[in-house]
């Protein structure tokens, strides 16, 4: 009971802050694949794509976006969230209307490259970047609750969708997510209203990372530690997009409807939201890196269920591990960035990792798609999928336990 009392006064005290890290991951749906995979049917349609070849150009798009985040990603470093994080809300804007509005497919790759750069890339990495700045001893809190803005979107935008498009023609649907993206800037506006700025946090708030100092960009990426988290970064985001990406063709292939395996998805966004709160605590409790190694573990057991799934009740399993693990990557993960390597240079540390995770997403959503074509069913894919985060696990232990001297000596 005082735990959670401790919670609620940490919510109450920090309302405005924490509610901007929740508002921009919400935003951040309207160009996450889970939001535009819900349109694949219709965009195949339209565009009179396979499915590879509606992959491989959210593989280029999103592959495109990804490299640009190793560049754009360090502006975090440098601008308020007021002027960031309100003006990259204003480009998803314009990147949903894009969408709606596109008449060819030639420029689809462009319109998916504005889409997942402006969504799943700035908006969600100015979210990420700003918690992790400015809390310290309760970042864990403090990226939990930011995190319940994107599983707001995840438990609710899928099902709204699937019902307001047999209604709506899905073209308005991107309209109006790019009007409600230019009002959600205002109330933005007003969060930050008395926002603290990086300049301010710089001097007052910033915490060191191993060996008790600041690291560079140049100096993360030259550990060991920093390459021995990216599978877990990219398998993530490349096969759990891959599933999201190509629901409705999973729906069909288990003889299920599109709308009865949505209906399943909040029952994982109620697992992510009791896994983000129980995480958000044991990475204040016990700190982020020692938890790394075994986050990934309910994927393995939720992507065989996937194969197996004879019947709707089994993917929902599914769902649910996917929801216990999703918790863990939207604290434990963006938790070590700043654990590990200080929060000086967070914006740009986090860019490179926030690149990795777009690029997963992309790969995953092209390999699968080119798999589908060529004849490997996708239920037998998620096999592979499962030995890959296995195997992501276990290239994290060996550099956790050296990575966690390092943090032993700096405190």
Request: net charge positive; aromatic share 14%; hydrophobic share 60%.
């Amino acid at each position: 009971m005082t735990g959670l009392r401790s919670y609620l006064t940490f919510v109450r005290d920090n309302a405005p802050f924490l509610a901007t890290g929740a508002l921009l991951s919400f935003l951040s749906s309207f160009g996450q694949t889970f939001f535009i995979s819900i349109f694949g049917g219709e965009i195949r349609a339209d565009y009179g794509l396979t499915n590879g070849e509606w992959g491989l150009i959210y593989m280029v798009g999103t592959g495109a976006s990804a490299a640009l985040m190793v560049f754009a990603g360090g502006l975090a470093d440098r601008f308020r969230v007021r002027t960031l994080g309100i003006f990259v809300v204003w480009m998803l804007a314009l990147a949903c209307l894009a969408m709606a509005f596109n008449p060819a497919v030639v420029l689809l790759p462009f319109v998916i490259f504005a889409l997942r750069f402006t969504s799943q890339g700035m908006t969600s990495h100015v979210a990420v970047v700003s918690m992790a700045r400015w809390f310290v001893a309760t970042r864990g809190r403090a990226l939990a609750i930011a995190a319940f803005g994107f599983m707001l979107g995840e438990a609710a935008l899928p099902l709204t969708m699937v019902w307001l498009k047999s209604l709506i023609d899905w073209r308005m649907l991107f309209v109006g997510s790019a009007v409600f993206c230019v009002l959600a800037s205002a109330v933005l506006f007003r969060l930050l209203h008395l926002e603290r700025t990086p300049q301010s946090v710089a001097e007052s708030n910033q915490s060191f990372g191993m060996n008790g100092r600041f690291w560079t960009r140049a100096e993360a990426l030259r550990h060991p530690m920093f390459w021995a988290m990216t599978p877990a970064v990219m398998s993530f985001s490349g096969f759990g997009t891959a599933f999201w990406f190509h629901q409705a063709h999973f729906a069909e292939i288990k003889g299920w409807s599109h709308l009865s395996l949505v209906a399943v998805f909040p029952l994982g966004t109620a697992a992510l939201l009791v896994s983000t709160i129980i995480y958000g605590w044991a990475v204040d409790r016990f700190g982020a890196v020692r938890l790394l190694p075994v986050y990934l573990l309910p994927l393995v057991v939720a992507f065989v269920l996937h194969w197996y799934a004879p019947s709707l009740w089994w993917t929902a399993i599914a769902v649910i591990l996917m929801g216990l693990a999703g918790g863990g990557q939207a604290t434990i993960l963006n938790a070590c960035w700043a654990e590990l390597y200080g929060t000086r240079h967070i914006g740009a540390i986090k860019s490179v990792a926030t690149a990795l995770m777009v690029l997963g997403s992309a790969i995953g959503p092209g390999l699968s798609g080119w798999l589908i074509d060529i004849g490997v069913g996708f239920e037998v894919q998620q096999l592979g999928y499962a030995a890959l985060f296995a195997l992501a696990s276990l290239i994290m232990i060996i550099p956790v336990r050296q990575a966690r001297i390092a943090l032993a000596a700096a405190a």
